[in-house]
């Protein structure tokens, strides 16, 4: 017997307490984009940062409820509990632009399937399908690509860029993310996995239909 949203909301919410010490709180798609010049000071400035603050219980919360969702993609508890951390922990980040958590769970599916060893056709890597001349650009090293804090740092800071860029329109965000722009595919597939991360997020970003042609 499935849970209702409401249910499965609540019982989150009392298991919350209990993982807060465990939080420590304390084909693929090819992302073939990335190459705007004004991206390399925003991601040099997300790698930058080390830690957020935030709000403990909230986010002990969020990962009760995705946690089992990820398990079908990742088998390891410890890196599950590290993509986690890391996708709240940056998109809740103080001072910057909110990007919704969900979908950059959406994006790692589509891009990666949560292989943070997946290389693309054009040589993306990681988790998001990061772009391998960031790590030389940002003084790093290329293997960092495929370790999960700085792969999702890179790729939310870059995904942030093209949600502000594009006035939070997320399809055309992603179009540009993944350097498809004018092509439906690879946004539709994204948001159709969002779906499967519903509450993520508290959404507020218009989700445009797609030009008719």
Sequence with gaps: MRRSSFS???WAARTACALLAVLGLGSRAEAGGQRDPALRPIVRRAISHAQCFLNRFDAAVWYTLMEPRLARYV????????????????THQPGEAKVPPG?????????SDFNRWA???????GLMQVMPYWPERLGMKGYELVRVAPNIRMGCAILRYYLQAA??????????????????????????????WNGADNLGFPVRDPPRR
Aim: proline fraction near 3%; glycine fraction near 6%; aromatic fraction near 8%.
């Design 167 to 196: 006035h939070d329109d997320v399809r055309l965000a992603l179009e540009e993310y993944n350097g498809s722009v004018g092509h439906a595919f690879y946004p539709n597939r994204v948001l159709t996995a969002w779906e499967h």
């Design 103 to 111: 979908l950059v769970l959406a994006v790692m599916q589509v891009e």
């Design 119 to 125: 290389v693309s056709g054009s040589g993306a890597v």
């Design 75 to 90: 088998r390891n508890p410890a890196e599950r509990l590290s993509i986690l951390k890391q996708v709240y922990c940056v």
């Design 8 to 10: 499965a909301s609540a």
